[in-house]
């Protein structure tokens, strides 16, 4: 090819540098960042290595190692989907091991010490208590029959597996914080029907000069306010984000008011569907390092608590987690439109961030990055919605004249959780073979208040759906997806507003993608995790009393309304949306005589984590794709069986 020509090629025809390999690095491979001093640590997962989660370090020196040995696998199932699973303290690092669950310290080069040795418990959300020599974390303990029991525990670090219980009786716990002085003990907790984020309350035990519970007491929060990530500043004044007015906003407990620190329409919270989250930390006793959220994309600022002034920084990441201040430093796991996610540094001194996790670089021109435009489109009942939209783009291809792309839209999971604009390969691989996509932050998202987020109570499958359908047709309307070519994809939550999409709406989509997807929602309700054994509760109502919405919202009583071809992955190792639910909706729609597929991926869970698994999804869903669509593969793939896919397509 001559330098500054194109090929002229139909969209998503086109030849791309963006394998399936590439693809199929996890969206977000590093969590649960800790910071001592200056020496960080995270956790970085693999697909190669079956998906196995382990510890990494960068020393002040600069030196990365990896902590935990081959045969360790740090990760809790604490709620299923974990988090929390190490804490640093004094150079001794601290871990719940994936295979049997049990709680580790290992210190420097050694070998891991046992620390817990109780059958059926997990552990999670883990902090020192150095003055008594003990672990606190949230346990959950599934040796009884019935629901597990959650509670916050004390674990001797002696290594005699004693377990104290500090706190019990109430369904969920979660951020167990140690004031500096080590006499109190901030945390949150929350009931059925409640997830976190609906509704949690702040409280603060005092303990015994011994270390035993003593008295404890109500801060803030409730049934109906949600509170994020409780911290303790050097001086011993209590913070955390609340949202009485509407927004996630920063406060603090101070002689024995609450105040605000800087009231805005931002969220500085997020959704607690894994242990770990943080968005702000103490510089030091006067000024707080933190991220906010305005229009789904994240923010660093400083605030200084005194003034309660707040000042942006200039930076170029869109999203930010993990956040956690150090000596002189900060660092947190960030992405932006151009870099996916890395662990970042940011020197005080002089606002200056630099990722540090040694594998950085984006393989591939900046020519087939196709960077998120943030879009407003009308919804129904006219309220406004939010997407990303994505342009096709490779350096190397035009489109005949006249063509319009093919639009993909995926609807996150969650379903209360967001779409990110941190650089996905999973997102240009579709844009760098012509294909447009949207990511929609539909009613139900956060990132837009608390009003936004609850648009979805009582009406999922509704509220979802229409915000779907109306981004797709938004953007048909206004020249840039061909309306003849508009197809859906989502896993989980996602892959539950596909399956209803392709029922309820079945004029829009011409082709739908579902990963381990929810086809009948009374089978939901009936048969997941504790966790979210009530979740539906409030996204669709109480069961069994309206039974009657539960069903007619469920696509698989609905099969005759299908349409479109439809192709379901699903992990056979699924907790929370087991195999049934993919396997009731593929029948359904081969049953209906239009194409099908349906891929099990033996040893994955709900997620997949497999570099095998994650390449051969991305390679199927392109297959079925070109073969809906009718466009041919630049590149060879292994092909998938088709049912009821008619000759010659």
């Known amino acids: 090819m001559q330098s500054g020509t194109k090929t002229k090629a139909p969209y998503g025809s086109w030849r791309s540098p963006i394998t399936a390999e590439l693809a199929a690095v996890p969206a977000a491979p590093f969590s649960g960042l800790v910071l001592e001093g200056r020496d960080v640590y995270w956790l970085e997962t693999r697909p190669t290595e079956a998906g196995r989660t382990t510890i990494m370090r960068r020393s002040s020196s600069g030196m990365v190692t990896e902590i935990t040995p081959p045969e360790c696998y740090v990760r809790s199932t604490v709620h299923e989907y974990g988090g929390g699973a190490f804490t640093v303290s004094r150079g001794t690092v601290y871990f719940s091991n994936y295979w049997d669950q049990h709680l580790y310290s290992q210190v420097a080069d050694t070998a891991p010490r046992l620390l817990t040795t109780a059958q059926g418990h997990r552990y999670a959300d883990l902090i020192v208590d150095h003055r008594r020599r003990r672990l606190i974390c949230v346990r959950e303990d599934h040796s009884g029959s019935g629901e597990p029991e959650n509670s916050l525990v004390a674990v001797d670090l002696s290594g005699e597996g004693t377990e104290q219980v500090l706190v019990c009786g109430n369904d969920f716990y979660s951020n167990p914080r140690l004031s500096p002085d080590g006499t109190q003990l901030a945390y949150l907790t929350w009931n059925h029907p409640n997830m976190p984020w609906d509704g949690c309350e702040l409280r603060v035990l005092r303990f015994h000069p011994d270390g035993t519970p003593g008295s404890g007491r109500l801060i803030a929060g409730g049934s109906a306010e949600s509170i994020f990530q409780p911290e303790w500043s050097p001086g011993g004044v209590l913070h955390f984000v609340a949202e009485p007015g509407g927004w996630w906003n920063l406060y603090r407990w101070n002689n024995e008011r609450i105040e605000p620190l800087h009231p805005m329409d931002a969220e500085f919270g997020r959704p607690m569907w894994v242990f770990g989250h943080s968005s702000y930390g103490f510089a030091d006793p006067g000024r707080i390092l933190c991220a906010y959220t305005t229009r789904g994309m994240d923010r ?15 930076s170029p990441y869109t999203e930010v987690d993990y956040l956690r201040c150090g000596d002189g430093m900060a660092a947190f796991i960030g992405g932006s439109p151009r870099h996916p996610y890395g662990v970042i540094q940011m020197d005080f001194t002089d606002n200056a961030t630099r990722p540090i996790n040694g594998d950085f670089e984006v393989p591939v021109s900046d020519a087939y990055i196709s960077i998120p435009e943030s879009i407003r489109f009308p919804s129904t009942g006219g309220i406004e919605a939010h997407a990303f939209y994505y342009r096709p783009k490779n350096p190397e291809f035009t489109a005949p004249g006249g063509e319009l792309p093919p639009l993909l839209v995926i609807s996150h999971g969650g379903p209360t959780s967001s779409a990110s604009t941190a650089l996905r390969f999973p997102i240009q691989y579709w844009t760098s073979r012509g294909f447009a996509v949207a990511d929609v932050n539909y009613g139900g998202s956060i990132g837009y208040g608390r009003e936004y987020r609850r ?10 759906v229409d915000d779907c359908c109306n981004a797709a047709l938004f953007l048909a309307a206004k020249g840039l997806a061909d309306r003849g070519r508009l197809a859906i994809k989502g896993g989980s939550a996602g892959g539950y507003t596909t399956f209803a999409c392709l029922t309820f709406r079945n004029e829009v989509f011409s082709v739908g993608s579902a990963h381990y997807g929810v086809a009948d929602l009374e089978t939901f309700a009936n048969d997941t995790h504790k966790f979210e054994s009530h979740y539906a509760e409030t996204l669709v109502g109480p069961y069994p009393g309206r039974k009657d919405i539960y069903v007619s919202r469920s696509p698989i009583h609905f099969a005759t309304r299908l349409r479109s071809p439809l192709i379901l992955f699903q992990g056979d190792e699924d907790k929370i949306v087991p195999p049934v639910q993919s396997q009731m909706m593929f029948e359904a729609v081969r049953q209906r005589g239009l194409p099908s597929a349906y891929l099990l991926f033996r040893g994955e869970q ?40 008619p000759s010659g397509s």
Not at 300 to 314: F, G, P, V
Not at 455 to 464: E, F, H, I, P
Request: aromatic content about 12%; charged content about 30%; hydrophobic content about 45%.
């Open 300 to 314: 660093l600022a400083w605030l200084e608590t005194a003034t309660r002034e707040l000042t942006e920084i200039d």
């Open 606 to 645: 709900h997620g997949f984590r497999r570099a095998d698994s994650l390449r051969r999804a991305q390679e199927a869903e392109l297959y079925f794709f070109s073969r809906i669509f009718g466009f041919d593969l630049p590149e060879s793939v292994e092909m998938i069986t088709i049912e009821n896919l």
């Open 455 to 464: 648009r979805l109570n009582g009406q999922w499958g509704v509220v979802d």
